[in-house]
């Protein structure tokens, strides 16, 4: 493995500027390095269908030996993504502190990439190792919700190189989770005139909230599961009795029956407040994505295990509240496995990666790619 190398692939994508839906220069690059490999590199339609400038990418490098990976990673971050500035010091890369570092998911994508090369320059033996790098992960996976489930085989273990903590921890469970929109309907009139006659729409969402959080207290959320109000709009103007508001937020949780519980303790909660002030409320719940949870003995578990073994670190399990593109291919009847890649901070200016985590990463990725091959 070549660490200058890997050092290089990774500054060279967090300096490109790849927000959702703006993620073509990193997918160019990645086919030019893909294919200076020798993989089959193509980039699907997806792009068109969910308002992308490019597609998913997924590459192909044959294998000297039977069997067959699959390492994922997404290619867009959060804003600010713009003129990332990065830079070392003491072992630890940072931006300059005006943007994110962009390691969510640049670390996966360079050590992906790293782990292609050095199998092609080493040989030896390893299986065939497919790669997917897809787009809009961070604003719900939309990428990987519209991959096609004809570029895996039955059985074949799929690694999303996309979680925080220690290099060598693997997640073992990832939530349901639930987006909601809430529209309130009140009744406008003067608010200095005849406030009497007027229903106030955000009164009503404002009860709601309050209703919600009295139910967490209660105990509708718990370990692994939670609830959040994102947004809330609404009124017309000052002088008027807001005839109209909207709330959106969500819940997920590890456990079916929770998300469930939760979500209808939500519900509930927003009906009765709306009921309470004479406003009405139309509520209307989306199942984002699918929760999974894969046992300590899982094939793909105990894969991962002696890979990170072979490469001197400890594994260890987690569970994650966190949803991932691993959440979509699992919906594909794969075992996707989510394992760390040792970003700190993420979505912050304060996000930083050290240079340690980064060799560990894509040693990790090679040793999967040997592993599968014995």
Not at 212 to 231: H, K, P, Q
Request: with cysteine; glycine share 10%; proline share 3%.
């Amino acid at each position: 493995m070549n660490e200058q190398r890997l050092l290089d692939t990774f500054f060279d994508l967090v300096k490109l500027p790849c927000p959702s839906r703006h993620e073509a220069q990193a997918a160019a690059y990645c086919k030019e390095a893909l294919e200076a490999c020798g993989c089959t590199v193509e980039i699907d339609d997806v792009g068109e269908r969910i308002g992308s400038d490019t597609g998913n990418l997924y590459a192909v490098l044959p294998g000297t030996a039977p069997g067959s990976i699959v390492m994922t990673a997404h290619l867009d971050c959060v804003q600010p993504c713009e003129g990332v500035s990065p830079r070392i010091v003491d072992g630890v890369i940072r931006s300059d502190g005006t943007t994110i570092l962009g390691g969510d998911d640049k670390v996966g994508v360079a050590s992906i990439i790293e782990a292609v090369r050095s199998l092609v320059e080493e040989g030896g033996s390893y299986s065939t190792v497919k790669v997917i790098f897809s787009v809009q992960e961070e604003v719900g996976c939309c990428g990987a919700r519209e991959f096609s489930s004809g570029s895996f085989e039955p059985g074949e273990p799929c690694y999303v190189f996309d979680a925080e903590g220690d290099v060598g921890l693997v997640c073992l469970a990832a939530p349901f989770y639930y987006s909601f929109e809430a529209r309130f309907s009140g009744k406008a009139s003067h608010a200095g005139v005849a406030p009497q006659d007027g229903i106030s729409a955000i009164n009503a969402a404002a009860l709601a909230i309050e209703k919600m959080r009295l139910r967490e207290a209660l105990g509708a959320v718990g370990d692994y599961c939670a609830s959040n109000v994102g947004t809330i709009s609404g009124g017309s103007a000052n002088n008027v009795v807001a005839p109209s508001c909207t709330l959106t937020g969500e819940c997920r949780a590890i456990d079916e029956d929770a998300v469930e519980r939760v979500r209808a303790a939500m519900d509930e909660a927003m009906h009765e407040a709306a009921a309470e002030l004479g406003a009405t409320v139309e509520v209307e719940w989306d199942l984002e994505y699918r929760g999974f949870r894969l046992s300590e003995d899982a094939p793909a578990v105990a894969l991962f295990n002696r890979a990170a073994r072979r490469v001197g670190l400890e594994p260890s399990t987690v569970l994650s509240a966190g949803g991932t593109d691993a959440n979509m291919f699992v919906n594909l009847g794969v075992e996707a496995v989510v394992v760390s890649t040792g970003m700190t901070n993420f979505h912050s200016v304060d996000e930083y990666l050290k240079v340690d985590d980064l060799n560990n990463t894509a040693r990790i990725a090679i040793a999967l790619a040997r592993e599968m091959a014995v």
